[in-house]
């Protein structure tokens, strides 16, 4: 079955610290993997996608097949940063419908 | 450019009622998407429409959960006899569906909170 995993709710860090989200997936086929991220008081957008390999607001993730993992990557948290962040995935043939995780909240401490 | 927008943005409702909630997808998009996100949780598909046609529903948790897109632009979802669990925000999304391999970027609206009490 598509699953994706958070296995953190919470992920508090101070400014200039390194972040990681772990996010780690289970799909039989090729999935497209992507960050979609929730600031307060807007809506879910997308962050980034494994297809395009670039760096958005500093952010980056690399999808590794073996370990079936899309970690989140940051060298220098911001205080901006904080949010939440959805790990998700899609691959059905014919509908690119979502499969997200249950979220990460990650809070950037001045 | 307008984007998604969804209405009302909060609807409360008794144990039994029936609710309507709209979604006005971005102009020329021709992918719509209901998700339900419930309180801790990430978004769970609910159905995907093409245009007009309803392609996917297999995430609709009960035959009390009833979509539709006449029009193949605005799209709305209905939930009859409400009940407490389907307390949840329903996001709306939707995409370009540009003819490529690559899955379309899906844009979201602002969620309609729905508390049955």
């Known amino acids: 079955a598509q699953r994706v995993t958070q296995p953190e709710k919470l992920l508090s860090v101070f400014k200039g610290a390194p972040v990681e989200l772990k996010c780690n997936y289970s799909?039989?086929?090729?999935?497209?993997l992507f960050w979609y991220v929730q600031y307060s008081r807007q809506r879910l957008q997308l962050l980034l996608r494994?297809?395009s390999r670039e760096s958005i607001k500093g952010f980056t993730a690399d999808l590794n097949k073996g370990e079936t993992s899309f970690h989140l990557k940051k060298p220098f948290a911001q205080e901006e940063d904080s949010a939440m962040y959805y790990c998700?995935?899609?691959?059905?043939?014919?509908?690119?419908?979502?499969?997200f995780g249950t979220g990460t909240r990650l809070q950037v401490f001045p | 450019g307008a984007g998604v927008s969804q209405s009302p943005r909060y609807k409360v409702a008794k144990r039994g009622q029936d609710v309507a909630l709209r979604c006005d997808p971005i102009?020329?998009?021709?992918?719509l998407f209901w998700y339900q996100q419930a309180l801790g949780q990430g978004p769970e598909f609910l159905t995907y429409?093409?245009?007009?046609?309803?392609?996917?529903k297999s995430g609709l948790p009960s035959d009390r959960f009833f979509a539709e897109r006449p029009e193949g632009s605005v799209s709305t979802l209905k939930i009859q006899r409400t009940q407490q669990e389907d307390s949840a925000v329903y996001l709306c999304?939707?995409?370009?569906?540009?003819?490529?391999?690559?899955?379309?970027?899906?844009?979201f609206g602002p969620g309609t909170r729905l508390t049955v009490l």
């Open positions: 998700a995935l899609t691959g059905e043939i014919n509908t690119d419908k979502l499969i």
């Open positions: 494994h297809i």
């Open positions: 429409f093409q245009n007009e046609a309803q392609l996917d």
């Open positions: 102009s020329g998009h021709v992918s």
């Open positions: 799909y039989s086929g090729s999935p497209e």
């Open positions: 999304a939707s995409s370009l569906e540009l003819v490529s391999e690559l899955t379309d970027t899906q844009y």
